[in-house]
């Protein structure tokens, strides 16, 4: 069985954020029998979207590891999860928004941070490019924060002392609990090894993604990021004519 995880923004989504480029490597995986994950420190809200957009019905993994989402009726067996709703059993790894939220809004005006939570939604359009519907899906957070701007430095340090954890993304930092993309893929790997025998592929391009690297058997990295176990790649578009 071969599952593979991969990032979204800048690896699977390009900067027009369209799932429109994505649909024929998404296919192709499909063709080849992965198991498609996706691995992003995009919402539930926003994940959702590009799921249906492509069509994806595997597990996925919110928020930098900070929940896994395993639709009900996926796997043949019982496992333990931390809380359900209609559609899918939840396996959180982090902390909830209001405690991430709370502890932001006490420091934000020492650093000058700007983050969703104290952001309108013309000013997060402006800092991420979203358009307007996909802005509102970023904004509905469950378990972590995106620090867009800062105008004092020492935030992370300040962040940390409060229990929190602070990663560079490929654009912003990620403030979450203690948690990583890499504790989340490990889960899911956990859960698919009790089908069968599984290989595992993750493709990512920023330093939050280096957990989820570790955690697989073939690593790939979009753009110029190092990693000893991970092969450079320009576009998502050449681990295709790898795994053929």
Not at 49 to 63: D, G, H, Q, S, W
Not at 176 to 201: N, Q
């Amino acid at each position: 069985m071969k599952v593979i995880f991969l990032d979204l923004d800048k690896t699977l989504i390009g900067e027009d954020y369209s799932p429109e480029p994505a649909k024929p490597i998404i296919e192709k995986l499909k063709k080849l029998e992965f198991k498609i994950i996706f691995n992003s420190s995009k919402t539930r809200a926003e994940q959702e979207y590009y799921r249906e957009a492509l069509n994806i019905k595997e597990p996925f993994i919110v928020e930098n590891g900070s929940a896994v989402y395993i639709p009900k009726d996926y796997f043949p067996f019982n496992f333990k999860f931390t809380r359900e709703d209609a559609d899918y059993y939840i396996i959180e790894l982090g902390e909830r928004y209001p405690v991430i939220k709370e502890t932001l809004d006490k420091i934000s005006e020492d650093f000058g941070l700007k983050y969703y939570g104290n952001s309108s939604i013309e000013e997060v359009m402006k800092f991420t490019n979203l358009p307007r519907k996909l802005a509102r899906l970023a904004m509905i957070r469950e378990y972590s924060e995106t620090i867009f701007k800062w105008e004092k430095e020492g935030f992370e340090r300040a962040l940390e002392r409060n229990g929190l954890k602070v990663v560079k993304g490929s654009r912003f930092y990620n403030v979450t609990g203690k948690t990583d993309k890499g504790k989340a893929t490990k889960i899911v790997l956990s859960l698919y090894s009790k089908i069968g025998e599984v290989e595992s592929y993750a493709v990512g391009d920023g330093l939050n993604d280096v957990p989820m690297l570790d955690a697989v058997d073939f690593a790939f990295i979009v753009g110029d990021l190092k990693h000893p176990n991970a092969k450079n790649i320009r576009s998502i578009k050449e681990i295709l004519e790898v795994m053929e």
